[in-house]
């Protein structure tokens, strides 16, 4: 699954060019796209395999941010749109599936963000021609930030929009829609590039349309929906709200691309940033001394930090996948959720880490010709991207007040700081104290509306889900580590895991306290707890960050993560020099 990805980014065509402008770097994103679609045997195959578009975003967004942003546009929105509507087989995709139109989604409208049910453009049933029109009716409802430009060549959209027959609203569908060509935007269409943005860059831009006429093939509908040449519409879900969530059902797919590629950058970073401290050397305590950075607690402990919640991060994510993967029709519902509340807490983990190894690199560490620069800001835009974290949690801590069983004590083994299982029912039981607290908000005293009421309850549900969703990354971190059949690794990734548990439950003292699950002496002993597992887990980081697996290639390339960095900056030859 995911050797292909590995080796395509080990491949020099990867390698970080010096000297680009953002836009020679956008039109480097789509050069790569070719490249990559050129090893896809079936880009229908891959928009239909969730495991698939993972991985690949997992691996692609440590060489290439840009083409990370555009691959995943191109086959999970786009390409899986088509499929999930029923357009493979109706109409010819083959300009598509060879590249030779990048498809594009769009959704976002410059004043309809995760309100997106809201979004104003419509498209309107013509009777005489039997097609549609597609309009922007105000400066608001400008769709915002696709990589709608003709960089990389003519594309085509699936265009989310407000089907309107004889002036009635029947919701949002979705139209392919045609919008450049090899001399620019078609009739009726208008693209203006958004100012640069950080990170990465992509060839974001407000698109708008002007009556732009459609044909009948343009609705996506399956075979027993949408709407009959009189104008009556068939086989839908009955509310406009299911209809829109019907419409854009490949954002949650997206979500697991985003934290995926959260993934990716953290291991990537860790990476860098532990070979960089064993390498790099300083004054030791005694005069002509030198010792690694490595050698000192105060650089080791935030690393060996992030490395215990960067494997929590993998386990969890490959778990999700895995259960949305096989989820019932049943369970739907909750496995949009588990999606939903996996993608906000790994990309803010992912924030945290990057920014960590980032620093802990120094100056170096702010050249993108290392690789951890961009990171951080990369991670930005998946924070933000398919559902701005915030309101995501905010929904899930909604659903989960009425719809969730907050996970108990398993009871199992001695209750130590030193047992990982009973370290994971600490944190089981603040996250039942949490909930307990958001319902007692909920229904006690009188509120004037219900968003007074929500409010009150909003911030103890949203730390519910937040301790919820590190219970899911330890449950699956402690359920990996019985899969190992190796007893060093197992030791080894045993201890990983409690100091991952150990920092999640140090959060939480006070409530356990409070709650009577941990002792005023235990909350004394944990500090010294973390620092004592440090200690034992510190010689074996570079271990812990060749099992990521990053291809010797790809981290050749990357001056810092290597021990001749000092006469790799001075290579005339390198991609990192730079005549003045």
Request: aromatic content about 8%; overall charge negative; charged content about 20%.
């Amino acid at each position: 699954m995911h050797e292909p990805w590995r080796r395509l980014v080990a491949d020099d065509a990867f390698r970080y060019r010096p000297g680009l402008s953002p836009a020679q770097r956008v039109g480097l994103a789509y050069e790569r796209l070719a490249l990559l679609n050129a090893t896809v045997d079936d880009p229908f195959a891959l928009a239909a395999d969730p495991y698939g578009l993972a991985s690949m975003h997992e691996w692609t967004v440590i060489a290439d941010g840009s083409l990370s942003t555009v691959a995943g546009i191109h086959y999970n929105l786009f390409l899986g749109s088509l499929l999930d509507h029923g357009a493979v087989g109706r109409c010819d995709t083959g300009d598509f599936t060879a590249l030779r139109r990048i498809g594009t989604f769009m959704c976002t409208e410059l004043e309809h963000g995760n309100d997106a049910a809201a979004l104003r453009t419509t498209a309107t049933f013509d009777r005489a021609g039997g097609g549609f029109v597609l309009h922007t009716p105000a400066v608001g409802a400008q769709k915002f930030m696709p990589n709608t430009s003709v960089a990389g060549g003519p594309k085509s959209a699936v265009v989310a929009a407000r089907l309107v027959v004889d002036g009635h609203d029947h919701g949002v569908f979705l139209f392919l829609t045609p919008l450049t060509d090899e001399n620019g935007a078609l009739p009726g269409i208008r693209i203006r590039a958004l100012p640069e943005r950080t990170g990465s860059p992509v060839d974001h831009c407000l698109t708008s349309f002007d009556r732009v006429r459609l044909p009948w093939e343009a609705l996506l509908a399956g075979e027993h929906e949408g709407l009959t040449p009189e104008g009556l519409l068939t086989g839908r879900p009955g509310s406009r709200r299911k209809r829109f969530l019907h419409a854009i059902g490949r954002v949650t797919q997206g979500k697991l691309c985003m934290s995926a590629g959260a993934v990716g950058v953290t291991r990537a970073a860790l990476a860098v940033a532990v070979r960089y401290a064993h390498h790099r050397y300083i004054s030791g305590p005694r005069g002509g001394e030198r010792v690694p950075l490595a050698a000192h607690r105060s650089h080791h402990a935030p690393l060996l930090k992030g490395l215990s919640t960067a494997y929590a991060m993998t386990f969890l994510h490959r778990e999700t996948v895995h259960r949305w993967v096989t989820h019932e029709e049943s369970e739907r519902e909750r496995a949009e959720r588990l999606v939903a509340i996996t993608k906000a807490w790994v990309t803010w983990q992912a924030r945290d880490i990057t920014v960590e190894c980032r620093e802990r690199c120094g100056a170096q560490g702010l050249f993108p010709v290392n690789g951890i620069a961009d990171f951080p800001l990369n991670v930005e835009g998946a924070i933000t991207a398919e559902g701005d974290n915030l309101a995501v949690w905010v929904k899930a801590a909604a659903e989960m007040i009425f719809d969730h069983q907050a996970a108990g004590p398993r009871a199992t083994g001695v209750p130590s700081l030193e047992n990982p299982a009973h370290l994971r029912d600490l944190l089981a039981a603040v996250e039942t104290a949490w909930h307990r607290r958001a319902r007692t908000r909920l229904r006690r005293g009188s509120h004037p509306d219900s968003l007074s009421r929500w409010n009150a309850a909003v911030n103890p549900a949203l730390e519910a889900v937040g301790v919820h969703a590190a219970l899911q990354a330890a449950d699956a971190f402690l359920a990996a580590v019985e899969r190992v059949e190796n007893p060093m690794a197992r030791a080894l990734l045993s201890d990983l895991c409690r100091l991952f548990l150990l920092g999640q439950v140090g959060q939480h003292t006070g409530a356990l306290l409070v709650e009577g699950h941990l002792t005023a002496d235990q909350a004394w002993e944990l500090p010294d707890a973390v620092d004592n597992l440090t200690a034992s887990l510190a010689p074996h980081m570079a271990a812990l960050v060749e099992a990521f697996d990053l291809p010797e290639a790809f981290l050749a390339g990357l001056p810092l993560a290597n021990s001749s960095y000092a006469d790799a900056y001075d290579d005339p030859d390198g991609p990192w020099y730079r005549t003045p």
